[in-house]
């Protein structure tokens, strides 16, 4: 009796532990799918997310545009009379534009040591910027900017630490980026309204940083624009964090910084326009 009571006790403490054994793989394979360290969802998509307060408040928008006249902007004068276009906007006061709108969203994938990646920027500046012509009147200006970006990066750097709880990856890459821009003004519903839309394409070359800690995944990213043509040359800036919140999904938030710089001939004139975009990033991502 005694041997078998103990046989049964045996036997419920095995099935119990291996019950239990079974359950923590279970979670610990759980806890794995949701885990930036496993590399079996190779592509990235990323839908932006609005959040009010984010553009004025927390974006900047700066847009400065100078003439074939050379005038600085700071201290206009009188224009001649018939002036062109390029005469109106070299008086373009110094301020900071109110950017209406920021986003930036990528599709991505990431395979063996090569990554290729494509995403969009736009910015909007305007609606209540004005810059005087001349002592009566004023313009209306807008000036609003699309970006895409296609580039594809070989890793060059790949560690791991020993636990396999953290890992450091370092891109290198080369693309293109192609703007779309459009420059708006009204001055009084006059002959001298502007609606131009430059746009160009340019090669670019940058590094992408990743950090990647169990549900954290960390990107730092820079590149150059234009490969050193002073005419038409562009800089962006990249930093963003995913939190792992499924299996196939995650937040995303971050902050993207464009600087770009165009001289061309529009409108038979000779017009620099320099523009920076700066602002925040939000938005879930999905991998698959």
Not at 202 to 217: A, C, D, H, M, Y
Request: glycine share 8%; proline share 3%.
């Amino acid at each position: 009796m005694k041997k078998a009571l103990l046989l049964l006790i045996s036997s419920v403490f095995i099935v119990s532990n291996i019950c239990s054994q079974n359950n923590l793989s279970k979670k610990q394979i759980r806890k794995q799918k949701i885990n930036f360290l496993t590399a079996n969802r190779s592509w990235t998509a990323e839908i932006p997310l609005w959040i009010p307060g984010f553009a004025g408040t927390f974006a900047y928008g700066d847009v400065e545009i100078k003439g074939e006249d050379g005038v600085d902007p700071e201290h206009p004068i009188e224009p001649p009379p018939g002036g062109g276009i390029g005469e109106i906007l070299s008086r373009l006061f110094r301020t900071d534009w109110y950017l209406k709108f920021f986003f930036i969203t990528k599709i991505a994938y990431e395979k063996n040591n090569f990554l290729i990646q494509f995403d969009a920027l736009s910015g909007s500046v305007g609606n209540s910027v004005k810059f005087r012509y001349n002592n009566r009147e004023t313009v209306q200006a807008n000036f609003s900017s699309t970006l895409t970006r296609l580039f594809v990066g070989y890793k060059i750097v790949n560690h791991q630490s020993q636990n396999r709880k953290f890992r450091y990856e370092l891109f290198g890459y080369l693309g293109t980026r192609a703007f779309f821009n459009s420059i708006n003004s009204d001055l009084n519903n006059s002959v001298n309204n502007l609606d131009i839309s430059p746009s160009w394409w340019e090669p670019v070359i940058g590094l992408q940083n990743q950090f990647t800690f169990k549900r954290w995944f960390l990107v730092v990213q820079g590149d150059y624009g234009g490969l050193f043509v002073n005419t038409k040359y562009s800089n962006q800036f990249s930093f963003y964090t995913y939190y792992r919140t499924g299996k196939i999904t995650s937040v995303k938030i971050g902050w993207n910084h464009l600087q770009q710089h165009h001289e061309d001939k529009l409108l038979n004139e000779d017009l620099k326009v320099i523009v920076t975009l700066s602002g925040p990033s939000v938005g879930i991502a999905f991998h698959f």
